[in-house]
């Protein structure tokens, strides 16, 4: 959906299904919403528990801020969340 539907992040889609992956995806579990046997929605879940967060979201969501009461073990981080465009701006909860 990143790639075909929106045309985002297409220098990062290496693979024959054009899913864009980067070294988050090393940590993450991405889950897939499905109707019908389409492809729906998905969205990547990036926990502390499976290792240490990247400079890269540590910087851009300012997770430092919450470590005095939060863990990074306790944390996650949710990127890459869409639904197809069929369903955008519905009241479809696929995800």
Same mark, same amino acid.
């Given at each position: +959906?990143?790639?075909?539907?929106?045309?985002?992040?297409?220098?990062?889609?290496?693979?024959?299904?054009?899913?864009?992956?980067?070294?988050?995806?090393?940590?993450?579990?991405?889950?897939?919403?499905?109707?019908?046997?389409?492809?729906?929605?998905? +969205?990547?879940?990036?926990?502390?528990?499976?290792?240490?967060?990247?400079?890269?979201?540590?910087?851009?969501?300012? +997770?430092?801020?919450?470590?005095?009461?939060?863990?990074?073990?306790? +944390?996650?981080?949710?990127?890459?969340?869409?639904?197809?465009?069929? @369903?955008?701006?519905?009241?479809? @909860?696929?995800?």
């Amino acid at each position: +959906m990143y790639v075909a539907e929106l045309t985002l992040l297409t220098s990062i889609a290496g693979d024959s299904a054009r899913r864009p992956t980067d070294a988050h995806d090393e940590h993450s579990t991405l889950l897939i919403a499905c109707a019908d046997g389409e492809r729906d929605g998905t +969205m990547r879940l990036t926990f502390g528990a499976g290792g240490p967060f990247s400079a890269e979201f540590l910087d851009t969501y300012a +997770m430092d801020a919450f470590f005095p009461v939060v863990a990074s073990q306790q +944390m996650a981080v949710v990127t890459r969340v869409t639904v197809r465009d069929a @369903h955008r701006g519905t009241a479809t @909860h696929s995800i």
